[in-house]
């Protein structure tokens, strides 16, 4: 498992695409909602949480696609679903190397985006530990989404029309957690919630998204 | 003879041809009586005015959209764990009658909305989850038609059906906990409390309910069959074109 | 007709939007029936089978 994790990492690091795209995506986001929205402090502090989530959520997304498809393409998903590791067990180290290749930079580059939007300074650590314990979500629900589309010529956009309203709870718990946080209530609760989700999310999605890889291997 | 011998399909074909016909006829006559009744012959509310009447097809076409998914869950399991072609057929014609009935629910409701509530729309947690399960409907749709390879299809499907009914409870009581709404509980189901719909209202509207279920299970019949047929003709296609 | 007060365009275009989804609905899904139907008579006949 360790040694995959390794392998997966290394590519992703060496082919540049998920890694850097991801975090400059999830930097333009952030620098266009000022333009849309105007200028004014008051509103973006308002709006901060809430666009920073879901613009994380957005560049999580961008690179769903290449947990799969790649290693399909080349025919070692095949060797790795024949190989004594459980395929359960692949689904999880994919999911994990898609999180520390994106879901870990989004969560580090958040705060310091969230000075962009005059996000308050209070939410701040508020803002790194529902990222931290949310992205995590997101990349194993994306691993699922992944799965299923991992045989499609045109999987990329039936990719996020299945896995978008899978991340609804998550960017509800994500999202209010730095509200409140912000307005200085207790977030605790909210991310509570997240965190539950993400457990929840790791003990069942490997098994269906491992059912799903059988399916399109068959 | 057990229950699942209605699942075979040459003879599920059998018993749906005769009674297709008398399903259709009892839907038709059901929802065509029950809205004249109630759009006609029903007096309004003394507060919301004529707007009462859109309930007669706001209530029944909301509990078809939810019961529509529900119905795909379970007869997925039953592809998952017994393998009846029909059973996943069946699923995958009630995905587009489940959809075009929670497009009627969220329509209705914003005309209902305008005026009582002064917004079209409101990010409510009933409202949400519907405009969510409508998503849910659409990807589920559209998996089906990205797959070529029908057994496949069926498999993925079943599998996002399974992991989206999941995700969509938990959208819900996520939504609750995120903003408390403008809609009221349901208010069709309580007898004898006051706050539950008045017997004027309560004939008519039973009567689309079990209309909208009639109507839903004449075209999920259909469709089935639809579906079978098809199925049947790529196959013998198929076996012509090898041989 | 009945009296809908100022609530008429509200409650019309409810009742509209309604019958119109479910006439499309019912339509289409009775043409591919339709369509199905001819198209397996015509493999069948093909096949020799049926």
């Known amino acids: 498992m360790i040694a995959l994790l390794i392998r997966d990492l290394r590519l992703a690091i060496r082919a540049g695409g998920g890694f850097g795209l991801g975090l400059a995506f999830f930097l333009i986001v952030i620098v266009l909602v000022p333009f849309g929205v105007g200028p004014e402090r008051a509103v973006l502090t308002r709006i901060a949480p809430g666009m920073l989530w879901v613009a994380a959520l957005l560049a999580a997304l961008l690179s769903l696609d290449r947990i799969f498809a790649l290693d399909h393409e080349d025919g070692s998903l095949a060797l790795l679903a024949t190989a004594p590791l459980p395929l359960e067990g692949v689904v999880l180290v994919k999911a994990a190397a898609h999180w520390l290749t994106t879901g870990l930079p989004l969560t580090l580059a958040a705060p310091v985006l969230g000075i962009l939007l005059n996000l308050s300074p209070e939410a701040t650590p508020w803002l790194l530990a529902s990222l931290g314990l949310g992205t995590p979500a997101l990349s194993m629900i994306g691993a699922f989404g992944a799965a299923l589309t991992v045989g499609l010529r045109r999987g990329g956009l039936l990719l996020s029309l299945l896995v978008l309203p899978l991340y609804v709870p998550t960017l509800i718990f994500g999202a209010e957690a730095v509200r409140r946080g912000a307005e200085g209530l207790t977030a605790l609760p909210s991310l509570a919630l997240v965190g539950g989700v993400t457990a929840g999310c790791f003990a069942l999605l490997p098994f269906a998204a491992a059912a799903a890889l059988r399916v399109n291997l068959r | 003879m057990s229950i699942w011998e209605y699942a075979n399909p040459k003879k599920f074909m059998g018993w749906t041809r005769p009674v297709l016909p008398w399903l259709w006829a009892l839907a038709v006559a059901c929802i065509v009586t029950a809205l004249v009744w109630g759009f006609f012959f029903t007096p309004d509310d003394y507060k919301q005015g004529s707007t009462v009447k859109i309930i007669y097809i706001h209530v029944p076409s909301a509990m078809i959209a939810i019961n529509a998914w529900f119905m795909m869950l379970i007869t997925s399991l039953v592809w998952i764990v017994r393998r009846h072609h029909v059973s996943v057929l069946a699923a995958k014609a009630a995905a587009p009658v489940g959809a075009a009935m929670t497009v009627i629910a969220l329509f209705t409701g914003a005309v209902w909305g305008e005026p009582m509530w002064g917004t079209w729309w409101a990010w409510d947690p009933r409202l949400t989850s519907f405009l969510v399960l409508f998503l849910f409907y659409l990807g589920y749709m559209a998996l089906w038609a990205a797959i070529e390879d029908a057994d496949t299809a069926a498999d993925l499907t079943s599998v996002l059906c399974l992991v989206g009914s999941v995700f969509a409870v938990l959208s819900r009581y996520a939504a609750i906990f995120w903003n408390q709404g403008l809609h009221q509980g349901s208010s069709v189901f309580r007898a004898g409390r006051p706050d539950s719909v008045a017997e004027v209202f309560y004939l008519p509207l039973m009567l689309s309910i079990a209309g909208f279920i009639l109507l839903f299970l004449a075209l999920v019949l259909m469709r089935t069959r639809t579906e079978i047929r098809l199925r049947r003709a790529s196959a013998l296609e198929a076996r012509m074109r090898s041989a | ?50």
């Open chain 3, 1 to 50: 007709m009945p009296q809908l007060g100022k609530y008429a365009p509200e409650v019309l275009s409810a009742y509209a939007v309604c019958i119109a989804v479910l006439v499309v609905l019912v339509a289409a899904s009775w043409w591919r029936a339709r369509q199905s139907a001819a198209r397996l008579e015509r493999v069948e006949k093909e096949t020799g089978r049926g």
